[in-house]
């Protein structure tokens, strides 16, 4: 079966640095999904991605924050200067045209560990 | 905005007990999902529903739009069922989350 591949499964980065998480979407889908989910929270929404923009943001998905889909397969979510607070774990999904009938595709998660 | 609610937020159960968590939400939804949540924290889509009910192996879930009202239910409960069950939901403003129920199934 198809998978949202997520790379680091964990990382650990010192406050102000700048993290990349990256993710690999199901090939054949078109839409591309960041999630957070601090932990014993319940998991936020931060940023929906469409056709090489973003569709949607949440208020936490701020300046500090940034998705590319660089060559086609990969879609990546950058922080540029990491607080302690950012420290979650983050998740990538990705749904074919129609979310509301196929569903969602989720990867493993990135456990961010702001230290 | 959507507000999804979960009961309860725990259960400990004994192997082979039957199982329901509940989930109801404030607006209308075009899909309601489950998903479950293991201990290393993925995320793995049980079901979509949009009405009725659905069942896969031992996991049944089930909504009533009119209510705005969905259950999970888990029979012939296994300790490998343990693991947070979340409720999600896709309305206008995508996919909102409940908290989760956390489920331990004890042997």
């Known amino acids: 079966e198809p998978e949202v591949t997520q790379t680091p499964s964990h990382q650990v980065t010192q406050m102000g640095q700048e993290v990349i998480l990256r993710c690999v979407p199901i090939s054949n889908h078109l839409y591309f999904y960041w999630y957070r989910q601090i932990l014993g929270q319940k998991v936020e929404f931060l940023v929906s991605f469409y056709n090489n923009e973003i569709s949607e943001k949440s208020e936490i998905f701020d300046d500090q924050f940034s998705v590319e889909r660089p060559d086609g397969s990969n879609f990546t979510l950058k922080i540029r200067s990491t607080k302690l607070e950012d420290s979650a774990m983050y998740f990538c999904?990705?749904?074919?045209?129609?979310?509301?009938?196929?569903?969602?595709?989720f990867g493993s998660g990135t456990r961010l560990t702001v230290v | 905005k959507n507000e999804v609610e979960q009961s309860p937020q725990n259960l400990t159960a004994q192997e082979g007990e039957f199982i329901t968590i509940n989930c109801s939400y404030s607006?209308?939804?075009?899909?309601l999902h489950w998903l479950q949540q293991h201990p290393g924290g993925g995320i793995v889509s049980l079901f979509m529903l949009s009405s009725g009910k659905k069942k896969h192996g031992r996991l049944i879930a089930t909504i009533n739009i009119q209510e705005k009202h969905s259950s999970l239910h888990i029979t012939a409960s296994h300790p490998r069922d343990s693991a947070v069950y979340i409720c999600?939901?896709?309305?206008?403003?995508?996919?909102?989350f409940g908290k989760g129920t956390h489920l331990i199934i004890q042997p």
């Open positions: 607006v209308g939804i075009s899909a």
């Open positions: 999600a939901v896709t309305g206008a403003d995508g996919l909102t």
């Open positions: 999904a990705s749904s074919s045209s129609n979310a509301a009938t196929y569903g969602y595709t």
